[in-house]
């Protein structure tokens, strides 16, 4: 199983994973700031920076996989 999952995980793999994880991040931290907006001011840039990492992090671990095995043949 290892070995065909190494075997589709070419440049091109890798690509989309970052690129999907990487969009994925600020287009999530923008969505919880809109959603927050209404109920007070902009949060502090440390909190903008921390939220966005995390959100960039989370859609590596969790978007990039589908977009790397999903979208080459």
């Known amino acids: 199983m290892a070995h065909a999952v190494a075997n589709r995980l070419d440049r091109s793999a890798l690509v989309r994973w970052c690129f999907a994880g990487g969009a994925w991040g600020p287009t999530l931290a923008a969505g919880f700031f809109a959603?927050?907006?209404?109920?007070g001011p902009l949060p502090c840039p440390d909190d903008i920076a921390?939220?966005?990492?995390?959100?960039?992090a989370t859609g590596l671990?969790?978007?990039?996989?589908?977009?790397?095995?999903?979208?080459?043949r």
């Not at 959603?35 to 109920?39: D, F, K, R, S, Y």
């Open 35 to 39: 959603l927050n907006a209404p109920h």
């Open 50 to 56: 921390v939220t966005t990492a995390a959100c960039i």
């Open 61 to 72: 671990a969790t978007i990039g996989p589908f977009a790397a095995f999903a979208g080459g």
